[in-house]
């Protein structure tokens, strides 16, 4: 307990000592976990998004009429096909709909009743909708029926070209965002070694008097760490409450302009104020470990 008390005591009249070094320290982690958190806020919101709008890419079952089959489609053709879907792992469990050509009328008549209007008999199909549990998998899964040749099922499409750009866009928006998260994480961390290593060689006597008179390792670089420690903390706290400032005044100013889907949201503000708070920890005691180790080759 006393050796911990020393080296806390030593921390804070370090820092102290050095106001200006550590005050641009918790400003450079401020503004890099500021960055970081509205890219992660931004970037989930997009992947969310994205995702959301993956829902939108299914495959689709059309069987025969009787003006396109010499028979009318039965019963068992109809739960053949649904067996064989449901007993197949890529598709959502509740993600096999069966949509009657009775309600797919009602359907068109509410989307585009133009189109119905003068209709004297139903010319569309019974089918199946089909949602996959990933949108990558459509183009297989409809393979896989085509092959099948089920009786009764005149034809199987996915919409090809909407779910391919539908699927590369989503994918491009997942390398970027992670992209720009690895590449804020690198620059933060360069910018906390940097503004540390100022701080360090501007004391690089006092480390070299007390390695001569035999203080270990750990002893000269316990107080440094907590140094970067209580900095990388300080400034990632203040980046959380600019955040939740943010959130709290201008989002809901945003939002009111935007048309905002439920189903689609960024990642909680409780995680990310955690994610921030940890990598501030994280980057400030490993920029002021890894600055000082070559300052200890005494």
């Not at 909708?129 to 009786?151: G, H, N, S, W, Y």
């Not at 070209?161 to 992209?179: M, P, Y």
């Not at 939740?244 to 009111?256: F, N, R």
Request: contains cysteine.
């Amino acid at each position: 307990m006393t050796q911990l008390q020393l080296l806390l005591a030593e921390s804070v009249r370090s820092l102290r000592a050095s106001l200006s070094t550590t005050f641009a320290a918790t400003m450079t982690v401020l503004i890099a976990m500021f960055l970081l958190g509205v890219s992660i806020a931004l970037g989930s919101w997009v992947v969310s998004w994205s995702n959301n709008v993956k829902k939108d890419v299914q495959v689709k079952a059309f069987f025969c009429t009787e003006h396109t089959c010499a028979q009318s489609v039965t019963d068992q053709q109809v739960g053949a096909v649904q067996r064989w879907l449901e007993a197949d792992p890529r598709i959502k469990d509740d993600g096999v709909t069966f949509i009657s050509k009775a309600e797919a009328l009602e359907i068109m008549r509410d989307r585009s009743p133009e189109l119905v209007e003068d209709l004297t008999y139903n010319p569309l199909p019974d089918a199946f909708e089909i949602q996959p549990k990933q949108a990558e998998d459509v183009e297989a899964i409809a393979a896989d029926l085509r092959r099948q040749t089920f009786a009764g099922v005149e034809k199987v499409d996915y919409g090809r070209a909407t779910a391919r750009r539908i699927i590369r866009v989503g994918q491009v928006i997942s390398i970027i965002f992670f992209g720009v998260v690895i590449l804020l994480l690198a620059a933060s961390g360069l910018l906390i070694a940097n503004t540390i290593r100022l701080s360090i060689y501007a004391r690089r006597r006092e480390i070299e008097v007390m390695k001569l008179v035999g203080a270990s390792n750990w002893f000269v670089r316990g107080p440094f760490m907590l140094e970067g420690l209580f900095t990388g903390f300080a400034g990632a706290l203040l980046a959380v409450i600019l955040l939740l400032l943010g959130k709290e005044i201008a989002l809901p100013a945003i939002l009111g302009r935007v048309d905002a889907d439920s189903d689609v949201q960024a990642l909680a503000f409780a995680w990310t104020a955690l994610i921030l708070l940890g990598l501030g920890l994280l980057l400030g005691a490993a920029g002021s470990g890894l600055t000082l180790r070559r300052f200890l080759r005494v």
